[in-house]
């Protein structure tokens, strides 16, 4: 297994041009089944999660590359519609598929997504609305069959939660079903206006994305088109904390600052400097940096979950307490045992955690336990004296294309061995 070992307590300084975004190119890329030919998308980061939406796609039939970081997606050959268990439990965002592969086929098998590290993942605000449009879903020994009877039609749905997956599985039922769809309470995340962009330029008729309601109008067909995925903000923020926990300084390019606002309310409230153009950041670390006093995560425009261990680990030095609160997922404090034996003094009682800032933190041997848990123990690793080893990286490598190499242009110590 690879690990990542970290000389840390180098002041990291320098420009990054930021990753496309993982959570944007994998609903993109089960989109393209939908289309008539072939579909390039730009921008897409080079991670196993990437990977993994290639080999569903190929073993549906799509003709599916990565060439650097395009993706080609042909679904003309398409001719399957199951997603086979061992893609499910390999990576449960392929439930994403659903939505599409019934508007393409009609009908899709496939195993319940696993739950996660992040706690139970449960999939009934996505059936419940697919069934609104007319699927039937017969579950037997975790597999759901779902088919389309009467075909997919357009509903009026509400969603008792604006869950992504949801809003993306709707909209990609949708686009092609018969008659008109509205979904209120949706989820408003960049990527989901990522998605609908992507769709439009294929052809289908949206509006409101971005708002809590999207209305869709099926059309007939689309066709494939080019399209560049859109800069990964969580990355993006994982990146400004690495600077802001080593007194550091940094630039990122080709980054849409405007999906970032709650992120860079945070890092000014932490004593940084921020300054923000259209497609460019840059953060000088405050001197000293400042405890917040509420972190608390919620959908989309409020303070993203995704990005909620990285600024923890970004905290542990901060002068004064933080607390935290995880209002989205059940179990997304894994990574607080690794940053405590790091030196942190975080107390953690439910889904509220406190951080009691320490002067410093020290390197230790420590595991990934989950995609973001990984990525802040590389910002404490880099934050901390000493050495860092950060064991089970294909967590992390399912989120963040070359890390190290990243990391190793702004100054950072680091290697995987
Ligand atoms: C997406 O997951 C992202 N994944 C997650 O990023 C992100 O944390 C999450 O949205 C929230 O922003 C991808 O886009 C691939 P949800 P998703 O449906 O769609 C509950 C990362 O690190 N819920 O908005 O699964 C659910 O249990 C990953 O990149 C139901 O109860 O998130 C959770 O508590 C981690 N029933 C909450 O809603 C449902 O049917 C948010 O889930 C669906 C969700």
């Known amino acids: 297994m690879q690990k990542l070992v970290i000389q840390g307590g180098r002041r990291l300084e320098g420009e990054i041009a930021v990753q496309g975004a993982k959570n944007s190119a994998l609903p993109i890329a089960a989109a393209a089944l939908l289309c008539d030919g072939e579909s390039r998308l730009e921008n897409c980061p080079k991670l196993s999660d990437v990977y993994a939406a290639c080999r569903i796609l190929t073993n549906l039939g799509c003709r599916c590359e990565m060439q650097e970081n395009t993706v080609t997606v042909d679904a003309h050959g398409m001719h399957a519609s199951e997603i086979p268990e061992q893609f499910m439990c390999e990576m449960r965002s392929s439930i994403i598929f659903l939505g599409a ?6 009908k899709c098998t496939l195993g319940y ?24 879903i017969h579950e037997e020994n975790g597999i759901l069959h779902c088919t389309t009877p009467n075909g997919l039609h357009g509903a009026r749905i509400h969603l008792q939660f604006p869950s992504v997956g949801a809003t993306e599985n709707i909209l990609l039922a949708a686009v092609t079903a018969k008659g008109e769809t509205t979904i209120s309470n949706a989820a408003r995340e960049p990527e989901i206006v990522d998605l609908a962009g992507y769709l439009r330029t294929c052809g289908a008729c949206i ?34 904390a690495a600077a802001a926990a080593t ?11 405007s999906d970032m606002a709650s992120i860079l309310d945070v890092f000014e409230e932490m004593n940084c400097r921020i300054s923000a153009a259209d497609n460019r950041i840059y953060l000088h670390a405050g001197k000293p ?18 990005a909620q261990a990285i600024m923890m680990a970004a905290l542990c030095r901060a002068c004064g307490t933080t607390l935290v609160e995880e209002t989205i997922f059940e179990n997304r404090f894994r990574h607080v045992d690794a940053l405590v034996k790091m030196g942190a003094d975080i107390q953690v009682a439910g889904r509220v ?18 995609l973001r848990g990984g990525a802040a123990m590389l910002v404490a690793g880099l934050s901390a004296s000493g050495e860092t080893v950060i064991h089970d990286v294909f967590h992390i ?6 890390p190290e190499q990243v990391l190793q242009s702004i100054g950072a110590e680091i290697i995987r061995t």
């Open 101 to 106: 592969v019934l508007g393409r086929m009609g």
């Open 397 to 402: 490598d399912r989120g963040y294309d070359s």
């Open 207 to 240: 509006c409101g994305e971005g708002t809590g309601t999207i209305v869709v109008q099926g059309v007939k067909s689309l066709k494939g088109c080019t399209y560049r995925i859109m800069p990964d903000r969580i990355v993006a923020a994982t990146w400004l």
């Open 247 to 257: 007194d550091g300084e940094i630039c990122l390019r080709q980054v849409k600052s």
């Open 113 to 136: 997504p696993g739950g996660c590290e992040l706690g139970p993942r449960p999939i009934n605000l996505h059936l419940q609305a697919l069934q609104r449009m007319g699927v039937k």
């Open 353 to 370: 955690a406190a951080i009691h800032g320490v002067r410093s933190l020290h390197g230790a041997a420590v595991e990934a336990t989950d």
């Open 289 to 306: 940096l400042k405890a917040v006093r509420l972190m608390k995560t919620m959908p989309y425009p409020g303070f993203p979950t995704d």
